[in-house]
């Protein structure tokens, strides 16, 4: 079973968030939740692994 | 009042040219006494070149202004001598922590590792770096600094520009074969050239406060995110010298700033922050907004560009005088050597190209700081407040928190003045980086360190580890040192022993460390005390032609 790895692994951090918030760029708020969910699919499928996926849900819903 | 700085007034004095109604010619003149100005002059001097500085107003910066200044441009201030006073009198930090809310998310250490003379960072106010640098620079006889001279119109002519200045006196001309424009981020002389100075302002507006009280925060940098006493903005807390407390709180766009700057609203916000009980007094405020934006050409004929004048950040960072100052240390040694017929005119366009690159580099990280700090979208806010939600458990985010990267110097890694690699290497010492420090002993000083042996000229460091140097080593180092461009050399040895009289000793192995050094290496070093080039072994010739390289020949 594979865990989820919440240590570094983004070679560059800043140009990630940089590229992340320019995939938003003069988007609406409903475009913008659109590309979330779609953003958020991809990488679930790329992951694969139903335990991550269910530490990473149950991570992202505390404290909401 | 706990403490208050008295501002000197510097007298006016009528230069005599202006009494004789003479147009004199000066080899350079420098606009604007502020810190890069005065570091661009004090650097001239200290290279026997004779320097005219005109400046609009009679006192230092009001207010403690840049306040943070980092490593490197301490290294370039102790290269001038002026180091020790700020370091001693500053506040010596290098840990940030980051909240959000009232609990801590991240914690960083911008000098990680011991062996370096000069500390990460130092807090000071800026009136306190102006009044230093205006001292030393008189003190060398050759800095002649006229106050309340206001650039008129600059006029390039055939060899050299001239300039109207305007004084109480009224308006008179001087003839400069040079002219460095410091004059800041509104810079009149970049307008009377028209020059485009383009890039992003930011919808945000900040409060700055000096407070003087007796406060037990450590010498850290404080920022909050969120906290319980300025709700949905950010506030940023740095220890300064004298008692006096730097606070930067976020206002956000629709505010009034002249309402904002009343003591009525400003004491009532520190109030929150520091409790109903802390006695404090306001000595300073003001209110800012910032933009990042450059010009595209640092050189203009024979005007050069340097500082605030040249590029603005926004101030998240202290990337402003940090960059400024290495801008002056970049510019005047290339100056001097076209000044003395040594090198091409063309040494000066590398003025430009490696500064815009540090330029560039330093817009990016301020500019994504900004948009950390103040999204511009609603969906960028969502974002950085899920980020900081998951900073404190969740490691991977901490390194996503940005309020603020802070100043590091810039390796010219495109440049032409560098002599690219042949051989091997590891770690950061590539040409084009900044040297790093490790402590050496000398015959003469004792204990001592390597960056008081670099820079002003070029400095040739042969490695010998724990052998001995051959003699063709030491006599092509000696017939380069006879040559026209500064240039003298070292031999890096572990053997305390028999360490001659221009030896460095590597007392506990940092150089070779960090250097990646093995007997036979040798580094060449530009007089900014950047890397030019390196070797795993000696070859005179090509010595010889990474220093003409150096020097754009």
Known sequence: MSQLVTENRLASPDDFYEALIDTHRDLSAEQSAMVNAKLVLLLANHIGDMDVLKDAMRIARQGV | ?553
């Open chain 2, 1 to 553: 009042m706990l403490s208050a700085y008295s501002y000197p007034k510097f007298p006016y004095v009528q230069s005599e040219e202006q009494r004789t109604g003479t147009v004199k010619r000066h080899p350079v003149v420098v606009v604007g006494a502020g810190p890069v100005g005065m570091t661009a002059a004090l650097d001239l001097a200290r290279k026997g070149v004779p320097v005219v500085v005109l400046d609009e107003d009679d006192t230092v910066s009001i207010g403690s202004r840049a306040v943070c200044y980092a490593k490197r441009a301490l290294e370039v201030w102790d290269r001038l001598g002026t180091a020790r006073r700020m370091i001693d009198k500053g506040v010596v930090w290098k840990v940030g922590k980051v909240f959000h809310g009232d609990s801590q998310v991240y914690q960083f250490d911008l000098l990680p590792e011991p062996d370096h003379k000069i500390p990460a960072f130092i807090n000071l106010q800026q009136y306190y770096l102006e009044e230093y640098l205006i001292d030393d620079a008189r003190k060398t006889g050759l800095v002649d600094i006229r106050w309340k001279s206001r650039v008129l119109s600059v006029k390039q002519q055939d060899g050299s520009v001239l300039v109207q200045v305007e004084t109480p006196d009224g308006v008179y001309a001087l003839e400069a074969d040079w002219v460095i424009a410091c004059d800041g981020a509104k810079s009149s002389i970049r307008k009377m050239l028209g020059l485009d100075f383009v890039g992003e302002v930011f919808q945000d507006r900040f409060l700055i406060a000096d407070v003087v009280m007796k406060a037990d925060f450590p010498a850290e940098r404080w920022f909050w995110f969120d906290p319980p006493f300025h709700r949905k903005q950010s506030t940023l807390l740095h220890m300064q010298a004298d008692n006096v407390w730097r606070i930067d709180f976020q206002l956000g766009w629709n505010v009034d700033p002249e309402e904002e700057k009343k003591p009525e609203k400003v004491i009532p916000r520190l109030k929150a922050m520091l409790g109903e009980d802390t006695e404090f007094e306001l000595e300073w405020v003001s209110v800012y907004t910032f933009q990042c934006r450059r010009l595209e050409n640092f050189r203009a004929g024979r005007i050069l560009f340097a500082g605030d004048s040249a590029h603005q950040v926004s101030p998240f960072g202290a990337r402003g005088a940090n960059s400024g100052v290495p801008d002056a240390d970049n510019l005047v040694w290339k100056l001097k050597l076209v000044m003395d017929g040594l090198a091409p005119d063309s040494l000066l366009d590398t003025y430009s190209d490696e500064r815009v690159a540090a330029a560039k580099e330093n817009l990016l990280n301020s500019t994504r700081s900004t948009d950390f700090i103040t999204p511009k979208s609603e969906m960028s806010r969502t974002f950085r407040d899920a980020v900081l939600s998951l900073a404190a458990e969740h490691p991977f985010a901490r390194s996503l928190v940005n309020s603020g990267r802070l100043s590091t110097p810039t390796t010219y890694v495109d440049s032409r003045l560098n002599t690219p690699d042949e051989d091997a290497f590891a770690g950061r010492m590539v040409p084009g980086a900044p040297a790093t420090d490790a402590p050496v002993e000398t015959a003469d000083h004792g204990a001592g360190w390597l960056m008081d042996t670099l820079g002003n000229g070029f400095v040739a460091l042969y490695y010998a580890g724990s052998e001995p140097v051959p003699a063709e080593v030491a006599d092509a180092m000696a017939g380069l040192e006879k040559g026209k461009v500064p240039f003298t050399w070292h031999v890096v040895t572990d053997r305390r022993r028999d360490a001659g009289a221009n030896a460095l000793v590597d007392v506990n192995g940092r150089f070779a460390e960090r250097y990646d050094a093995k007997p036979g290496t040798v580094y060449l070093v530009r007089p900014d005390q950047h890397v030019a080039a390196r070797w795993r072994a000696f070859d005179a010739s090509k010595l010889n032609a990474a220093l003409n390289r150096a020097i754009g020949l």
